[in-house]
């Protein structure tokens, strides 16, 4: 069964850009979470989706978007860029929600802001 | 205020030691308890994790960690570290009424040979 996968797995872009990354879960998991993780902040917890509905959102501006498609896909979109938002963004998947269902993670994106 | 803390960032041991990780938490209630790994350039992988029932769980590749409720802690251990658990150790809560996740600052293990 292939695991999670996100691409693309680098990217580089300007202040004041959009970017938009995707994921796509392992087959059958109906339950995508993206986090992002800095060396100063660690790893924080964007959000949540789970057929195709934001389930639970963490404290980040709205400027961080995100989407799941009926087919689970997700895509997570960052609006007028920031230095502040190089990272790397990694996304899981699970059955069921998080918390009582394992989340298996894909390699993540590294964004890097110049 | 809800944090989940590792008080040691780093950490060096000798292959064949055994290994403890910390990881403390504060929570209104019992948290849903969790220990990831990530090895560098990949994505993190469960160790193991604590809903309830025995304190002491049994997790992949040797390792074991414990729930002491009255010590808030979660603390993870190996009795013998091989060179390939080189790697970066989160220790993660979620409250049992949310899916809120949050994770701890991490803990890097460096194995001397």
């Known amino acids: 069964k292939a695991g999670v996968t996100q691409t693309p797995r680098y990217l580089i872009k300007t202040r004041g850009q959009q970017v938009t990354l995707s994921c796509s879960p392992i087959s059958g998991h109906r339950s995508v979470s993206w986090y992002q993780q800095t060396p100063g902040q660690g790893l924080q917890f964007l959000f949540e989706y789970f057929s195709e509905t934001q389930r639970n959102k963490g404290n980040f501006p709205g400027r961080f978007s995100g989407r799941q498609f009926s087919n689970s896909r997700s895509e997570m979109n960052v609006s007028t860029l920031e230095l502040g938002d190089s990272a790397l963004y990694l996304c899981a998947s699970s059955l069921g929600l998080q918390g009582r269902n394992e989340q298996f993670f894909g390699p993540g994106t590294r964004l890097t802001v110049l | 205020a809800q944090s989940v803390t590792q008080p040691d960032i780093h950490i060096t041991v000798s292959e064949g030691a055994s290994l403890e990780l910390r990881c403390n938490y504060s929570?209104?209630?019992?948290?849903?308890l969790f220990w990831y790994v990530q090895s560098p350039g990949q994505g993190l992988q469960l160790l193991l994790k604590?809903?309830?029932?025995?304190?002491l769980v049994q997790g992949i590749k040797g390792f074991e960690a414990e729930f002491k409720r009255s010590q808030s802690s979660f603390n993870l251990r190996k009795p013998s570290v091989h060179w390939s658990d080189a790697a970066e150790y989160f220790c993660a809560v979620e409250p049992y009424n949310n899916n809120d996740m949050r994770f701890g600052a991490g803990t890097r293990l460096t194995v001397k040979p």
């Open positions: 604590y809903f309830s029932g025995d304190t």
């Open positions: 929570y209104g209630a019992t948290p849903y």
